[in-house]
């Protein structure tokens, strides 16, 4: 079950006329300070890191320079004591769990790959021994992994198996004779890939494998497996590959493993949830083989968490880029031998830019509720499995929706800034190329938003088989954002479809954010109920047949948890704006969180028409209106990436660091000389004009 508690909505009273300035300004301080959330002081101080020259992604290195100097980098971290938080006390850590990460993602303005090599050793090595493993491993192994002693890799993904990691094909097989257990990787599907740390500098690994003990298969399993010895050569039985040359990170060294019976000693099983006895008796506190799968993997949810985060720091970083260029580079005049324009003037360069900033907004306000809904499991104060649940499903779906707009936004400055976009030096082509592989690792973007959508039709299967649309649709509410659809944006609903009036009137319902709020609802209950009830008998027909319904409906389900997800961004973000304080930032956001909305319901237009929701002049009444918003919003363009935080040691860009503004003004100063000393050429065309009168 997702977040139900309290809603904050009435906290803040409604903005008021009274209460708006009548042009209303950015408190940039106040509103960077709302965006940094919770944890503050951890992402300052990581910022303050990232900082550091040293730390940069340099372009044009080759990729074994790109790794050498990312380990490199790593044994920064170490020294400025930036990798302890999630750690216990106990080994010097502060069980800071969001804190730990919110300054982990924070590390993607400094380069990808330091990022993603800090949570391969950190986040998911470290992790899987932490949350896994108990008291003796804790203590045997943590320290040699906090202090970078021991490099390690996190082999869970193999070639034939990536998202389908119960059905892995690595065997652990105890041998009571000896205690141990045998690793086999009996094919060459089997091999793990893709391993971060793998290819060169792990010399141990948490692997993933099936374990099997008198002649029962218990299911994945993780174990504590040596890989390399001290000069770096494999240990006997053990092998791999170098991946080589990817499509981005290449500072990460990953690469394959084989196993060829490698033996462990019985106590390297991480036995936090399930053991094996000397005698090969298996053990767990959990009975159910597919819930025990599902609570160990649901405990190193922290990799999604951490992608939504970096991807919300992507896109802040493209949009400071292209936005700042956007607003200096000038091009076309209006009148001959008069000023260039700026091209964030023109409507259509607007239109590209702006609902990404709206967008990056949802997505950094939604991140932070990710994040509390983390730290509140891993921090103890609710995890139960309700609350668990609602965890990895929430991950499940902002990672999903976050990565993808990360690519889309960083695609669109890219193409927004022209050639200038293109050069290595500006950051955005490089950026792109590194965040590519977030909408498949930690879960491939499409199999996550199936499991949500699974969830989601097991809780309509089990609350509302035979309740009415209205009772589903307020749920779907509460689900998104601990608030009921109000009856009033019901009935608006119901009667759009028959609203022939004006287009003023129909912005003005469109407005309304109990309207808005009406139509992404129950855009989201009606896509979940529609499919509940095509699949309602598939539990009652043959596997095959069951299978076959399902994945008919596949595509459908996928579309639902993905309307589902931009809900509970729509809803997030409306939190957000009923909580902030300042007047003019209310009202700015407002804005924003009305483009963001409105949005989305441009872009499902169709569904909408289809299913009778929105009429054709409603339809009209949604793009006009955004197109008043992002000319609207464009004077605050810059003070709101401001708002971001980033400085120019996080930037980079030399188009967003006075580059371009550079250029702009010795072009406008040598033509101003040139028509003030009366030397400037009569154009032909104008000529021309003057002869003909």
Request: with cysteine.
């Amino acid at each position: 079950m997702v977040d139900t508690s309290p809603t904050s909505h009435s906290a803040t009273p409604p903005i008021t006329t009274d209460s708006v300035p009548p042009t209303p300004q950015v408190n940039v301080e106040a509103l960077a300070e709302q965006l940094l959330g919770r944890w503050k002081e951890d992402r300052l101080a990581a910022r303050k890191t990232a900082a550091k020259p040293e730390l940069h992604q340099i372009n044009g290195l080759s990729m074994q320079e790109h790794r050498e100097r990312v380990m490199a980098q790593l044994r920064v971290l170490v020294e400025e004591g930036a990798i302890q938080r999630a750690f216990p006390t106990s080994l010097g850590g502060s069980d800071n769990h969001g804190g730990n990460i919110a300054s982990f993602e924070e590390l993607v303005t400094a380069d990808p790959s330091l990022q993603i090599k800090s949570g391969v050793q950190w986040g998911l090595f470290g992790a899987a021994i932490l949350h896994l493993g108990t008291a003796p491993h804790h203590e045997r192994w943590l320290p040699q992994v906090i202090n970078l002693e021991m490099p390690g890799a996190f082999a869970m993904t193999e070639t034939g198996h990536g998202s389908d990691v119960a059905n892995i094909a690595t065997t652990a097989t105890y041998d009571e004779s000896t205690e141990e257990f045998v690793i086999d990787t009996p094919f060459r599907g089997a091999w793990k890939d893709y391993i971060g740390n793998a290819a060169i500098q792990g010399i141990a690994c948490v692997l993933f494998a099936q374990l099997i003990t008198k002649g029962v298969n218990h299911g994945v399993h993780a174990f504590f497996v040596p890989i390399r010895d001290t000069k770096g050569n494999f240990l006997p039985g053990v092998g791999g590959d170098d991946d080589g040359l990817k499509g981005g990170l290449n500072g990460i060294d990953n690469g394959r493993l084989h196993f060829t019976d490698v033996r462990i000693p019985r106590t390297n099983l991480l036995n936090r949830y399930g053991d094996v006895a000397p005698d090969g008796t298996y053990s767990s506190p959990i009975d159910s083989p597919g819930r025990r799968f599902f609570t160990m993997i649901g405990t190193l949810v922290q990799g999604r968490v951490s992608l939504d985060g970096a991807a919300a720091a992507a896109m802040k970083l493209g949009l400071h880029i292209a936005l700042t260029y956007g607003s200096q580079r000038r091009q076309f005049t209006v009148t001959e031998g008069g000023e260039e324009r700026v091209i964030l003037d023109y409507q259509r360069h607007q239109r590209r830019l702006i609902p990404k900033l709206a967008e990056t907004f949802a997505v950094t306000f939604a991140h932070e509720r990710l994040l509390r809904k983390f730290d509140e499991v891993f921090s103890g104060a609710d995890d139960s499995d309700a609350n668990r649940e609602e965890l990895e499903t929430l991950a499940a779906v902002l990672k999903s929706l976050s990565t993808w707009a990360a690519l889309d936004t960083l695609q669109e400055c890219r193409e927004a800034c022209g050639g200038a976009g293109f050069l290595a030096e500006n950051r955005l082509t490089g950026l792109r190329a590194d965040l590519d592989i977030y909408v498949t690792f930690e879960g491939d973007n499409n199999v996550l938003l199936q499991l949500v959508a699974k969830r989601l039709l097991s809780d309509y299967s089990s609350k509302f088989r035979n309740a009415d649309f209205g009772v589903m649709a307020r749920y779907v509410a509460e689900r998104a954002g601990d608030t009921v659809l109000h009856g009033t944006g019901l009935r608006r609903l119901a009667q759009n479809v028959s609203d022939f009036g004006s287009t003023a009137r129909a912005v003005g319902q469109v407005r309304d954010v109990d309207y808005q709020r009406a139509l992404l609802g129950t855009r989201v209950g009606s896509m979940v109920a529609t499919v509940a009830e095509r699949l309602k008998e598939a539990s009652k027909l043959p596997p095959e047949e069951g299978a076959r319904l399902f994945n008919e409906n596949q595509n459908e389900l996928i579309e639902a948890a993905r309307a589902y997800g931009e809900f509970v961004q729509w809803e997030t973000f409306t939190r957000a704006v009923n909580q902030t304080m300042d007047a003019g930032n209310r009202q700015i956001l407002t804005w924003l969180r009305d483009l963001f909305g409105l949005s989305l319901i441009e872009k499902h237009v169709a569904w909408y028409l289809i299913n009778g929701r929105l009429s054709g002049q409603r339809a009209e009444s949604v793009t006009q209106y955004i197109d008043r918003l992002v000319e609207r919003i464009r004077p605050y363009a810059l003070d709101l990436i401001e708002t971001f935080g980033y400085g120019p040691e996080h930037v980079r860009a030399p188009i967003a660091l006075g580059a371009e503004k550079q250029r702009q003004d010795e072009a406008r100063a040598y033509y101003a000389a040139q028509r003030a000393a009366g030397i400037a050429p009569v154009h032909e065309k104008t000529l021309k004009k003057r002869q003909s009168r």
